[in-house]
């Protein structure tokens, strides 16, 4: 198994998974997204190195692959490919124009082509995967089901467009949406919104909604909750996190109920109908 690893906390979690049980061959960490420190003997690429990448993974015996991590997409007007990625392209500038997903799929399938499977975060370490049901605090869930119903909704919508895979929704009210910005600027946007329409830490009010695209390819870029989302969504005023059950993974279960305990608010997972 060859890890393609961005930024946070998850390529780690997938490296130790891989690793326990003798399957990592080769880390290929971002430059510029990827804390090299964060694994044994990583090899530093370039995210237009994918000709170099390719080898690498060969190199090391790879025949599948995992991409993990945040990685944002490029300034394709100053992108610097190697010869490989200069052929991949045309492609990539054809599909981002329709959309992130459009583009992680032509991704894929360039590696799938270079003769490696693509495997999902998800699949490597199962235990990544949210639940149904409570996943942290200790939170009457159901006094804001209205919300979390309303904001995944609205996550699916939005989904539907390529457009994001996030909502924030306060007593009916849709606050935000996600779009490139990503669920921490979105959040703070909803933390600078006035405290008329959203919730603050001793009243909390509102639910943010994280669910995959309904046409995503779901082996690469499932949303993530982790202990940051907890602790960002308290400091915008909310009461909870809903996530698609089976469908986001969560960094450090224990973690993200500690968080959401000490600040007051719930994680829960939900099925993709609500």
Do not use: N, W, Y
């Not at 998850?10 to 130790?16: E, G, S």
């Not at 990685?71 to 610097?80: M, Q």
């Not at 109920?257 to 608010?265: K, M, V, Y």
């Amino acid at each position: 198994m060859g890890l393609i690893a961005g930024g946070g906390a998850l390529p780690r979690l997938v490296a130790q998974a891989c690793a326990a049980d003798g399957r990592l061959g080769c880390v290929i960490a971002l430059q510029g997204f990827a804390d090299p420190a964060g694994f044994d003997d990583p090899v530093v690429r370039t995210i237009g190195q994918f000709g170099h990448v390719v080898k690498d993974l060969h190199a090391a015996g790879c025949d599948a692959v995992c991409f993990a991590g945040i990685v944002t997409r490029p300034d394709f007007r100053s992108f610097v490919p190697d010869m490989e990625g200069a052929k991949l392209l045309p492609r990539l500038l054809a599909a981002a124009v329709r959309g992130d997903d459009a583009l992680l799929r032509v991704v894929v399938k360039a590696f799938e082509d270079h003769g490696l499977q693509v495997v999902g975060a998800d699949e490597l370490s199962s235990s990544l995967l949210a639940p149904s049901g409570v996943i942290g605090g200790d939170v009457d869930v159901e006094a804001h089901r209205q919300d979390i119903d309303k904001a995944m909704q609205m996550a699916a919508a939005i989904g539907v467009l390529d457009a994001g895979q996030g909502a924030v929704v306060c007593e009916g009210l849709v606050l935000a949406l996600e779009a490139q910005e990503g669920t921490d600027a979105m959040l703070e946007r909803v933390a600078g919104l006035p405290e008329t329409i959203r919730g603050t830490r001793q009243t909390p009010r509102g639910v943010l909604a994280k669910r995959p695209k309904p046409q995503q390819e779901r082996r690469i870029d499932l949303p993530v909750v982790g202990v940051a989302t907890v602790e960002r969504a308290a400091a915008a005023g909310l009461a909870g996190i809903a996530v698609e059950a089976g469908a986001a993974l969560i960094l450090g279960r224990e973690a993200v109920d500690e968080a959401a305990r000490r600040h007051g608010i719930f994680v829960v997972g939900v099925s993709a109908h609500s």
